[in-house]
């Protein structure tokens, strides 16, 4: 079954206290992962894809990176801004012609005290 | 500023009652898609669309329906065989190329039950 499984579910953080989120994925023929930002009450907001193994992103105090099992996501020196949902997504296999199809993780939650 | 739009913000519904969620996008994007949010759950598929006058049932479409007139507007309506609606649901849209697409989300509307 495909599936996407992030970790810790939630995370408290003292303000400058580096740390990483975790996603890890079953879905066949690795094409790709997604990471949004969400924060209460609203949608997720984009924040990387990764394309292959190997691949890094960096935003801010983000950083992104992809194996070909598992996605981190860096936080480095937190500010209480950076608190939110992050949420992984894992693309499924895509027919010729077909939509892009994705597979959620259930998200971590990060919150960053002052 | 292009951008999807979501409304309304918050919706009720009473028992017996179908209600229409609405969805709008200036990305010029060729794919929507419709997700249902509930808590400690990832976000799943109710509906999609990949061009207008064409749309395909997601892993949860029972009890929901969509239409594709435009390419801009994708509404969803909750019927009434729909026994549990309340959640936060999330228009996506995507540019519908081939490739690994990212999807962009709304701002969602928070479906409650009077």
């Known amino acids: 079954e495909d599936q996407v499984t992030q970790s810790p579910e939630a995370l408290r953080l003292q303000e400058g206290e580096s740390s990483s989120l975790n996603c890890s994925y079953t879905v066949s023929g690795l094409r790709g992962l997604f990471w949004y930002r969400q924060d209460p009450g609203k949608g997720p907001e984009f924040l990387f894809t990764?394309?292959?193994a190997g691949e890094e992103k960096e935003k801010e105090r983000l950083k992104a990176t992809l194996t070909k099992k598992e996605s981190f996501l860096h936080i480095t020196a937190p500010k209480p801004e950076d608190s939110a949902t992050y949420l992984c997504a894992s693309p499924l296999p895509r027919t010729q012609g077909g939509s892009e199809k994705l597979v959620f993780g259930k998200g971590t939650k990060l919150t960053v005290n002052p | 500023d292009g951008g999807i739009t979501q409304s309304p913000k918050y919706l009720f519904r009473k028992e017996g009652q179908n209600v229409t969620l609405s969805c709008e996008q200036n990305?010029?994007?060729?794919?929507m898609y419709w997700y249902r949010q509930d808590p400690g759950q990832g976000l799943r598929l109710i509906y999609y669309s990949q061009i207008v006058n064409d749309f395909q049932k997601g892993d949860i479409a029972e009890g929901y329906s969509v239409s594709r007139e435009k390419k801009e507007s994708f509404p969803l309506t909750v019927t009434s065989a729909q026994k549990n609606p309340t959640a936060f649901y999330l228009c996506?849209?995507?540019?519908?190329?081939?490739?690994?697409?990212?999807?962009?989300f709304g701002p969602g509307t928070r479906l409650l039950v009077l």
């Open positions: 996506a849209s995507s540019t519908g190329r081939q490739g690994l697409e990212t999807q962009y």
């Open positions: 990764l394309y292959s």
């Open positions: 990305l010029n994007h060729d794919a």
